[in-house]
């Protein structure tokens, strides 16, 4: 029998970008008649494991998951237990398991360019948690679009901070960034972001007019900033739409093996003044 139940794991539901993908998945499995029980896993995989273990004990019908690093193994046992489940918002390569994504590499190397458009000509990435796939494919789009140029790329412009202390290391890299004379740069985060817009003034630099900004994942703070940042903007709803309708195809067929679907989404710009 189904309990008309699905769990979601966001990484961190107090961002913003996370909330957003629990209201638009909640307001999706609303129309199926579904409810969706949702929880955090701060990136962690015990905390990842135990609530896996939790929505299952609560016999949920799917599971629409955004997995921490290293998670391979728990998402094969997963497969192999008959659980409907989507991935949303990382690429786990070996897994062959239905997910929902953008073309990261594509976006990365989309605002490198515009930037070097722009007449920049020492473009900074800031990036964290370089071992998610779809992080990693960021630094690669940034870094094919920088040599697709004709530029170098200087490693010191390329800054990569773990997940576990990001706050502390935002104004450091920043700081690094502006002292090897970058005059853009992206970040990979909305969290990096709103954070570096602010190491950016504390410096005493003035954005677009010394460092041009785009920041991946639009957030309202970016709209109402005292210089507005131009933002990467993922098709949230699109992306929720999707990954509910597979997850329903899965649970309304659970008991045969019915082909998995792997959807990439292009994502598009919100231009504003920080790199017009």
Not at 90 to 116: C, M, P, Q, W
Not at 169 to 191: G, M, P, Q, R, S
Request: proline share 3%; with cysteine.
């Amino acid at each position: 029998g189904k309990t008309e139940t699905i769990g979601l794991i966001v990484a961190d539901i107090a961002n913003p970008f996370f909330s957003k993908i629990a209201s638009e998945i909640e307001k999706e499995v609303r129309k199926k008649g579904y409810s969706v029980f949702f929880c955090s896993s701060n990136e962690n995989k015990k905390n990842f494991n135990f609530q896996l273990e939790n929505f299952k004990n609560r016999q949920v019908d799917g599971l629409i998951l955004i997995p921490p690093i290293k998670s391979d193994k728990i998402l094969t046992l997963l497969g192999s237990q008959n659980i409907p489940f989507v991935i949303m918002d990382r690429v786990f390569e070996n897994l062959g398991a239905n997910s929902v994504n953008i073309n990261n590499h594509k976006a990365a190397y989309d605002a490198t360019t515009r930037l070097i458009n722009n007449g920049r000509k020492k473009v900074a990435l800031i990036n964290v948690n370089n071992e998610l796939i779809t992080m990693s494919d960021r630094t690669n789009g940034y870094i094919d679009a920088i040599a697709d140029n004709g530029m170098e790329v200087n490693p010191y412009l390329l800054q990569q901070l773990k997940y576990s202390n990001v706050a502390a290391h935002v104004n450091e890299a920043v700081n690094e960034v502006i002292l090897n004379n970058a005059d853009a740069i992206i970040f990979t985060t909305n969290k990096l972001g709103v954070q570096g817009v602010q190491a950016i003034s504390n410096m005493g630099k003035r954005i677009p007019e010394d460092i041009a900004v785009i920041s991946f994942d639009d957030t309202t703070a970016y709209a109402v900033a005292k210089t507005s940042i131009t933002a990467i903007k993922q098709p949230l709803e699109q992306m929720c739409k999707e990954a509910v309708r597979i997850l329903m195809k899965s649970i309304d067929k659970s008991e045969d093996n019915i082909d998995t679907e792997q959807i990439i989404l292009d994502a598009s710009f919100i231009v504003r003044e920080s790199c017009p």
